[in-house]
């Protein structure tokens, strides 16, 4: 089945193929197909990971590689749950659509929809699941550029303005107008870069509290085309139609909005938020 990775990668890629044989202290010998690849070894040593870049570097944009993944045996790893997320350490957020990873046999994965949303330092933070067996390896791109000629094929990024009369109200009817919502936060001023909870009210339109609901949450900045740095969820407060959303937090000031999805019995509804943050 390597054969049948070289064959393929030599009909993609402009790289010269060659196999050579790596090594660290204490483990065995880890195989490098491509010279021009990105090679390391995950944070446990349990696996291998081969980066090859289709265009030869990432850019802001759509972007697209490949990733040749070894067990710590050097052996093909096949039906494994991998998934790539990039990631912006010095603007502490990620991005809105998450990568496609495709198994193509023998070890190989193609990982398309790799969308940077701004030059800068960017990492891409993958991780590997075989079987009870898990991992994880960064890779560090320190300098991704803005691509000064995209291609027609180039994901159209688009951002928006705030509006001239933003409603910043703590307090909003749902687009159905079937729940009434409100919220509190632990902290005022609403922190950047700290991590903050909300508690919140939710009432049906006519003023009744809402005892059972499943609230998801996402945020986002419009004007820059990212989310949220964490992964905030809602769990349920002492009183009736009381909540709690836990794990907020706002990386940067500026216009924030966030949308709270809500389930309750046969009820389905979305909400906002919008916060102009200092």
């Given at each position: 089945m390597r054969a049948a990775i070289f064959?393929?990668?030599?009909?993609?890629?402009?790289?010269?193929?060659?196999?050579?044989?790596?090594?660290?202290?204490?483990?065995?010998?880890?195989?490098?197909?491509?010279?021009?690849?990105?090679f390391k070894i995950?944070?446990?040593?349990?696996?291998?990971?081969?980066?090859?870049?289709?265009e030869n570097e990432l850019k802001a944009g759509v972007n697209s590689l490949d990733i040749i993944v070894h067990d710590k045996n050097?052996?093909?790893v096949v039906g494994a749950k991998i998934t790539v997320a990039p990631w912006m350490p010095e603007m502490g957020h990620g991005v809105f659509e998450k990568p496609v990873v495709r198994e193509r046999g023998g070890g190989l994965y193609s990982v398309d929809n790799i969308i940077l949303i701004m030059g800068g330092r960017w990492e891409l933070r993958i991780k590997i699941k075989k079987g009870a067996v898990e991992d994880s390896v960064s890779f560090d791109f320190p300098d991704v550029k803005t691509s000064e000629t995209p291609s027609q094929n180039e994901h159209?990024?688009?951002?928006?303005?705030?509006?001239?009369?933003?409603?910043t109200s703590a307090v909003q009817t749902s687009a159905k107008k079937l729940?009434?919502?409100?919220?509190?936060?632990k902290d005022l001023p609403i922190p950047i870069g700290k991590i903050t909870s909300?508690?919140?009210?939710?009432?049906?339109?006519?003023g009744r509290p809402v005892k059972i609901a499943n609230i998801s949450i996402e945020g986002s900045m419009p004007e820059h085309g990212h989310g949220l740095p964490t992964q905030p969820e809602v769990v349920k407060g002492m009183e009736d139609g009381d909540y709690v959303l836990q794990g907020l937090k706002f990386s940067m000031p500026g216009w924030w909005v966030i949308t709270l999805r809500i389930k309750a019995q046969d009820m389905?509804?979305?909400?906002?938020?919008?916060?102009?943050?200092?």
């Open positions: 064959v393929i990668f030599t009909l993609l890629f402009p790289f010269t193929a060659f196999t050579a044989e790596t090594t660290q202290p204490g483990t065995t010998h880890h195989t490098k197909h491509y010279e021009q690849s990105l995950t944070e446990k040593g349990l696996f291998s990971v081969e980066m090859v870049i289709k050097d052996k093909d159209k990024m688009t951002y928006s303005s705030a509006p001239d009369n933003i409603d729940f009434k919502v409100s919220y509190v936060s909300w508690k919140l009210r939710l009432e049906t339109a006519d389905d509804d979305t909400v906002t938020f919008n916060l102009l943050l200092q």
